[in-house]
């Protein structure tokens, strides 16, 4: 792998040394959160009963311990150190350019392959895209994980960030676009992510993705998204970190603790008639991305008690969009991990100072400490979609036919897993943002709670394996 390289030339050094500078005097902010911040202390307000949290696995409590604030920093440096990875850039250069940061993940992939005891591949997806009247390649990095489990190595994790960067001008290839936090600390956490993970087995495959072309309009993404969805890929989950490294937002306000995870209730996908049936028994809050929010919710509260997911339920930031989207139109479920305030004079900004104003994704900004956290929760919540068994298929309320009115019958498909041990049927008021309730079946296919109704409560399923892992809950309707 490539060691850790400054690429500016002599008079970008002197201008993004001023622009630092003035950084550092305007702002005078170390990672971390400073005098003027207000910090704002998250109360949860989705938390599950204990009886809902998940077992806690040593073996990812260790691979948790094993990510490195200082590998963290040294890779983020290292892509900022480019000048710019628009997509516009250069593609040949070895010193600046997106080609030269698509280089330096390949490499650290194919390094980090190498203790994955061949379990892992490495690949540079490249089409040709037209942009701005040119024609341009881009190129998605991936790494894959294969799973161990015959019966699970098919179902498949997808984990996103994106390689490119821009300035104040989307197509602009020249000028300087650092993008520490927009989106190389989204990328560098993905590949921290999979250092710890790649000398470990898991039943199921994840695939490690740093996708280019996301300031033209989700190019990469999008690509990848149809290239799976026309080969039938069981894509069971998508995980998009973008803007993930800094605690301090542009209105002064800080939440070092929190992460808000965005889902949409509704899939984009629906059909009228799944329309009209939801319309009928609810489920508006309910659908395929948002189960995935709320077991990510219940991750966190297993693993990081403090490091709080914020469940919002909404697609994407208001009016804006990002690479889980394009797997969101194919019917696949996905989230955004994305920090709780913003600063907007860091995103797609050329560096510069005005009036004593610091515009810029400067490297200076990124708290890393923070984003160790956030690869922390990465790696607890990619272990345990990974070693969990599938969602239930068919997940359905029974009614008539002699079921008790009195009670909840559901039904689904029994999985093949070797390692199933059973089902629980949970539930919660139609009004409670998580899963309250729980009552354990065998490996069956449908089970009845007693004294529940169907009226008050929304219900569904999850899987179980023998070392206790859950999957995430189908929701059951009728």
Known sequence: MRTVRTFLSD?????VGVVIGALLAAWAMPTGVDADTTEIVPRRIA???????MRRDPEVVQMMRDV???RLRRDLTALVDFGTRNTLSPQDDPERGIGAAVDYMVDAFEEIAETAGGRMEVERQTFTQTIAGQQVPVTNVIATLHGTQPESADRI??????????????????CDAPGANDDGSGVVSLLEAARVMAPHSFDAT?????VSGEEQGLLGSTYFAEQAFQQGWDIEGMLNFDVVGNTVGGNGLSTPRRIRVFSEGVPWTETTQQANRRRQVGGENDGPSRQLARYIETVAETYTPDFEVWMINRQDRFGRGGDHRPFLERGYSAVRFTEPFENYDQQHQTPRVEDGRVFGDFLEYIDFDYLTNVTQLQVATLASLANAPAIPENARLLTGGGTDPYSVTAAWNIGDEPDLAGYEIVWRDTTSPVWTDYRSFGVVDRGTVVNLSRD????GVRAVDRDGNKSPVAFASR
């Open 11 to 15: 008079h970008r050094q002197l201008a």
């Open 47 to 53: 938390s599950a009963p204990p009886s809902e949290r």
């Open 68 to 70: 490195s604030t200082q």
């Open 157 to 174: 994790y997808v984990i996103s960030g994106h390689l490119d960067t821009r300035c104040s001008q989307t197509n602009n290839g020249e």
């Open 206 to 210: 994840i695939k490690f993705m740093a």
């Open 456 to 459: 008050n409560t929304m219900v």
